[in-house]
């Protein structure tokens, strides 16, 4: 069974960069049938997608946030990452890993982490 | 970007039959996903590419998609469907995942 589960801080300080590690098991990063990517959700708001990642490298973000955002896989380590700078108070959230499953011209989200709560306060 | 736009809110009695939609401009020529969202709990998917359900997802929850509204649809509502529901498409305009505001499904 896949699982994901997210790693990191749990609290920011303003103006510094969010980092979270998602680590997947029962399964391969590097499959091509997948993308891997980051969902967040802030306290009693919705899902706003964030970006995803190929196991090659190639990367889609949000465009409302792609100017702070990165997203970086370690295919040795089965990992993904995810790096958010300049963080403010709005960029709490909990903050989801999921895999990303490629269609006909579609994706969707078959497997999501637990999620992790990231608080950005000095 | 395209916008998903769902109703806040929809209540229903137990035992009857929940429609959650799930409006864009001409959703239909894109295949929609739903996924459930219980308090403090990760989201579920629970219906993709319009009408497909993953395993383990009862035969109770099917989805259809048509012109500018896709719909998913809760057949004999149990107290167990209360959650938040998301509808997502993948653009490639623009965002290429994007979900809907969510609505919030109410057991009476």
């Known amino acids: 069974q896949l699982q994901l589960q997210e790693s990191g801080p749990g609290l920011v300080k303003p103006s510094e960069t969010l980092s979270l590690t998602c680590t997947v098991s029962?399964?391969?990063?590097?499959?091509?049938?997948?993308?891997w990517g980051w969902i967040r959700q802030p306290p009693g708001k919705g899902l706003e997608w964030i970006g995803s990642?190929?196991?090659?490298?190639?990367?889609y973000y949000n465009p409302s946030l792609k100017s702070r955002v990165t997203i970086s896989v370690d295919t040795s380590k089965n990992q993904f990452s995810l790096k958010l700078s300049s963080v403010t108070a709005a960029d709490t959230a909990v903050y989801y890993c999921?895999?990303?499953?490629?269609?006909?011209?579609?994706?969707?989200?078959?497997?999501w982490g637990q999620g992790t709560l990231v608080t950005v306060s000095s | 970007s395209y916008v998903l736009t769902q109703p806040p809110s929809v209540s229903v009695a137990p035992g009857q039959t929940a429609r959650i939609t799930c409006g864009g401009n001409?959703?239909?020529?894109?295949?929609v996903h739903w996924y459930q969202q219980k308090p403090g709990q990760a989201p579920v998917l629970v219906v993709y590419?319009?009408?497909d359900r993953p395993s383990g997802i009862p035969e109770r929850f099917s989805g259809s998609n048509s012109g500018n509204t896709a719909t998913l649809t809760i057949s004999r509502v149990e107290a167990g469907d209360e959650a938040d529901y998301y509808c997502?498409?993948?653009?490639?305009?623009?965002?290429?995942?994007?979900f809907g505001g969510g609505t919030k499904l109410t057991v009476l």
């Open positions: 029962g399964g391969s990063i590097s499959s091509s049938s997948y993308y």
């Open positions: 590419d319009d009408s």
């Open positions: 999921a895999r990303h499953r490629r269609g006909r011209a579609t994706i969707h989200l078959d497997y």
């Open positions: 990642i190929y196991y090659s490298g190639s990367t």
């Open positions: 997502q498409v993948w653009d490639s305009s623009s965002d290429p995942v994007v």
């Open positions: 001409n959703i239909g020529s894109k295949s």
